[in-house]
């Protein structure tokens, strides 16, 4: 089982807009409505940013979305800001009990 | 709000056998699923497995040969046993709540430990 296909980096300005790709297959991401995004600073614990594709847990802000389509999901950061630059991880179900992750983006901002 | 701390020893040698305790504090440790995740060094992340509270199991077929996850709900503390170690199960270590949906399928971990760095080195 292959991990799911990120970009390595993604850069963007303060106040820009990214978006963040996760590929998988019609196994994992295409089949489920499970795909989640998770903010990792280095040395602190990873952050749950979205789950179920598109549903934002209480307390994250709204400038972090998500969609899907087909076999890639996306995470889009709007009016990206300092505290952003991070490790930015997806995690899709994959049927039975399997779970896969990303390999990981690393946002920089500019 | 649910919190997790974890510990265990951070070097090992090969052949040894990793073991870390996550800690559960707030929250209903019954009512939730309990996962370890690691990430290798330059690496993405890597589902282990996880453990209900009734100690109902469910391991990444990669790793299930060598891998032990337990319960103490009296504690309510879950634990991670990696045998034989190598240098490849270098890695950082995370213990997590895996949250499940109303139709009993996997739908985010939230929230996570800070992480444990185990070397494995001779």
């Known amino acids: 089982q292959s991990a799911l296909t990120q970009p390595a980096s993604v850069s963007g300005s303060p106040g820009q807009s990214i978006t963040i790709s996760c590929t998988g297959t019609?196994?994992?991401?295409?089949?489920?409505?499970?795909v989640s995004w998770y903010q990792h600073h280095p040395g602190k614990a990873p952050k749950l940013l979205i789950y179920?594709?598109?549903k934002r847990p209480s307390g994250v802000s709204n400038r972090f979305s998500g969609s899907k389509s087909g076999n890639t999901a996306s995470l889009t950061i709007s009016g990206l800001q300092a505290e952003d630059e991070a490790d930015y991880f997806c995690c899709s179900y994959a049927g039975g009990s399997s779970l896969i992750f990303g390999g990981g983006t690393k946002v920089t901002v500019l | 709000q649910v919190q997790l701390q974890q510990w265990g020893a951070g070097l090992l040698k090969p052949s040894e056998t990793l073991s870390l305790t996550c800690a559960v504090y707030?929250?209903?440790?019954?009512?939730?699923?309990w996962s370890w995740i690691r990430q290798p060094p330059g690496k993405g992340l890597e589902w282990i497995g996880g453990?209900?509270?009734?100690?109902?199991?469910n391991f990444n077929p990669s790793l299930k040969s060598r891998v032990t996850i337990s319960v103490d709900t009296s504690k309510r503390q879950f634990s991670l046993k990696v045998n034989f170690v190598i240098a490849a199960d270098t890695a950082v270590y995370f213990c997590a709540r895996a949250r499940i949906t109303t139709l009993g399928v996997f739908s985010r971990f939230d929230p996570w430990g800070q992480g444990t760095l185990v070397t494995v080195s001779s």
């Open positions: 179920e594709v598109t």
């Open positions: 453990i209900n509270h009734s100690g109902s199991t």
């Open positions: 707030g929250g209903s440790f019954s009512d939730d699923y």
């Open positions: 019609s196994s994992d991401v295409g089949s489920y409505h499970l």
